[in-house]
């Protein structure tokens, strides 16, 4: 099956300083169709630059990017969902979804934005919060809005840095189950950046450790649990092990 996503030889550096340092060096990686993909690795190793690169949010000095059979160079047809839900707090609800797939080059008529807003509000189950406004939601509410802002534009691939770590773990295993729901019902494709082990082997299909900076993938975890996926489960809690002990011996006291 041909990949949807293929980044390949990704490197980048940047200045700290008047010092040059080498944040990514050949970064490769393939991401399936329906798969969710999981980036982790120690802290400052790069994970986000990664992602921010795959959404041509940032450049990278060498490497390319392919979306199924289309190179990009660069830059792959994506939308991000990040730590903070970044609505617009002027905008309800509504207005924050349609926001995006009026600036889109997609050209979206007015009734196909109306139609994907409503049928996303359902999905995300917000459609009674439709003129709401950010500061009236929770914040597991308005990471909901963030995640059906990103799929409006219908993406083939749905990029997420961090996005429930600002969450208390009720609501962060709410969202986790809402993802696998819509991923489900969307047949979506996701590569997500995470700290925790825990949600890593919740949600994910495959693990990507980075090592310390300069980063290289490290290792790659393949999690074949069924879902709903139980964290007591003994098999569950080894690959949780596995995942953490290779983040941790991939640690170095001198990244940022």
């Known amino acids: 099956m041909e990949p949807v996503l293929s980044v390949q030889g990704i490197s980048e550096t940047f200045l700290d300083g008047e010092e040059s340092c080498s944040a990514?060096?050949?970064?490769?990686?393939?991401v399936a169709p329906r798969e969710v993909v999981c980036i982790m690795g120690p802290s400052g190793c790069g994970k986000s630059t990664l992602l921010r690169i795959i959404g041509g949010l940032e450049s990278a000095d060498t490497g390319t990017i392919r979306m199924g059979?289309?190179?990009t160079g660069g830059v792959a047809k994506t939308a991000m969902v990040f730590q903070d839900h970044a609505l617009f707090p002027w905008l309800s609800v509504y207005e924050n979804l349609a926001y995006g797939l009026r600036l889109s080059a997609q050209n979206v008529?007015?009734?196909?934005i109306r139609k994907r807003a409503e049928a996303l509000l359902a999905?995300?189950?917000?459609?009674?919060f439709t003129h709401a406004f950010p500061h009236q939601l929770s914040g597991?509410?308005?990471?909901?809005v963030a995640v059906a802002r990103a799929l409006a534009v219908k993406p083939p691939v749905i990029l997420m840095d961090e996005p429930f770590s600002a969450l208390d773990p009720f609501t962060r295993r709410e969202l986790e189950?809402?993802?696998?729901r819509i991923r489900q019902e969307l047949k979506t494709t996701i590569l997500f950046v995470s700290h925790?082990?825990?949600?890593?082997?919740?949600?994910?299909?495959?693990?990507v450790v980075l090592?310390?900076?300069?980063?290289?993938?490290?290792?790659?975890?393949?999690?074949?649990?069924?879902?709903p996926r139980d964290a007591a489960d003994p098999a569950f809690i080894r690959i949780r092990e596995q995942v953490t002990r290779a983040v941790l011996g991939n640690r170095s006291s001198g990244n940022r």
């Open 196 to 207: 925790n082990p825990e949600e890593a082997v919740y949600l994910a299909d495959r693990i």
């Open 69 to 71: 059979s289309d190179t």
């Open 177 to 180: 189950d809402e993802i696998l």
């Open 123 to 128: 999905l995300t189950r917000l459609d009674t």
């Open 140 to 144: 597991g509410m308005r990471q909901r």
């Open 24 to 30: 990514l060096t050949g970064v490769s990686l393939e």
């Open 109 to 112: 008529p007015e009734d196909e």
């Open 211 to 227: 090592s310390q900076r300069p980063a290289v993938i490290a290792d790659t975890i393949t999690v074949t649990l069924p879902h």
